[in-house]
T-cell receptor
């Protein structure tokens, strides 16, 4: 089993719609969780950290379910500029300063 | 604010040639530093990480090496490149004091070995 698993997609999303996707992680001791965004041929950029209580940043909402070991990302009112690959990232407990990246979920927002 | 630089942006090298990629961070002290490789259509693979000058940990056996000669400088090297070394090389930093360990990436070097 991979340490971090994601549906590779692509998720084809009409502009203005809502899209949500999950990732699962295998290390129950992990303490830090993130979503990164990666545009084609560019570096990953931190989208948001995911906290136990869940958190929201504008149109983006992240949730953490420790019992089932999954993280979700929801994008509301999708924009064309949201088209990207979204990487689910989990720290490698107990060596917390190293991260494991999922393979990414590709999202394509279309007019 | 902190910034991270990598160069060169692109590189085409023949098999068997040496490699040196450089990464520098500005605006922070004693960062944790990381080298990743992303092969075409694949996920990020951690190659090396460093918690201080001269302290390098290798994640996977390979013909690459890393050095940290200064606090905010991280270098990735190879004596002889292989075709399989082609990929997108990313340097990242994180605050050593951060409990959550967010990492921030440089713009990357796209290496093609022919």
């Amino acid at each position: 089993r991979k340490e971090v698993e994601q549906d590779p997609g692509p998720f084809n999303v009409p502009e203005g719609a809502t899209v949500a996707f999950n990732c699962t992680y295998s290390n129950s001791a992990s303490q830090s969780f993130f979503w990164y965004r990666q545009d084609c041929r560019k570096e990953p950029k931190l989208l948001m950290s995911v906290y136990s209580s869940g958190n929201e940043d504008g149109r983006f909402t992240a949730q953490l379910n420790r019992a089932s070991q999954y993280i979700s990302l929801l994008i509301r009112d999708s924009k064309l500029s949201d088209s990207a690959t979204y990487l689910c990232v989990v720290n490698r407990a107990p060596a917390g300063n190293k991260l494991t990246f999922g393979g990414g979920t590709r999202v394509l927002v279309k007019p | 604010s902190q910034t991270i630089h990598q160069w060169p942006a692109t590189l085409v090298q023949p098999v068997g040639s040496p490699l040196s990629l450089e990464c520098t961070v500005e605006g922070t002290s004693n960062p944790n530093l990381y080298w990743y490789r992303q092969a075409a259509g694949r996920g990020l693979q951690l190659l090396f990480y460093s918690v201080g000058i001269g302290q390098i940990s290798s994640e996977v056996p390979q013909n690459l090496s890393a050095s940290r000669p200064q606090d905010r400088q991280f270098i990735l090297s190879s004596k002889k490149l292989l075709l399989s070394d082609s990929g997108f090389y990313l340097c990242a930093w994180s605050l050593a004091t951060s409990s959550y360990n967010e990492q921030f990436f440089g713009p990357g070097t796209r290496l093609t070995v022919l």
